[in-house]
């Protein structure tokens, strides 16, 4: 057995590929649209040549309402070179950090539909480092 993909469904297909491609840095790598059955699929991955897991977000076009949302689902979790790097990107672009890699290890955000994207420094945890260090939560996560 083989993990293939994680789907979320999103609202709005352009704001979640700002997100998480151009913010957080995953790559398209495949994109179906289908007209009769009014959805599209796009399939995004890091480029990583071993990492083949995949996610899949998932548009259905006459969607008005807006998909309920909880820790239910829990989140996606990528690994980073720098969490500190990583979030003051992340910030700079005008996304929220939900929880803050105070430990310089750990972050939390969110994407435009809610869903819980986890931030985990590769490695060992990074030295204790300001503003982090002091930043509360904002939100749930």
């Known amino acids: 057995m083989r993990y293939l993909h994680t789907m979320l469904r999103v609202s709005n297909l352009d704001a979640a590929l700002d997100f998480f491609c151009d913010k957080l840095g995953l790559v398209l790598v495949r994109r179906r649209d289908s007209e009769r ?3 599209t699929l796009v399939f995004l991955g890091t480029e990583e040549d071993s990492d083949t897991a995949l996610v899949e977000l998932t548009h259905n076009w006459d969607e008005t309402a807006p998909y309920e ?3 239910f689902f829990g989140h996606l979790a990528y690994g980073v070179e720098d969490i500190y790097k990583t979030c003051a990107d992340l910030k700079a672009a ?3 950090i939900n929880r803050p890699p105070r430990d310089g290890r750990m972050a939390f955000v ?3 539909d809610g869903h819980s994207i986890e ?3 590769l490695g060992e945890a990074l030295p204790l480092e300001e503003p982090w260090l002091s930043m ?3 939100g749930a996560w």
Do not use: A, D, I
């Open 37 to 39: 059955g009014r959805y």
């Open 69 to 71: 949302t909880g820790r």
């Open 94 to 96: 005008g996304v929220v």
């Open 110 to 112: 969110k994407s435009p």
């Open 119 to 121: 931030l985990l420094q």
């Open 136 to 138: 509360e939560n904002e």
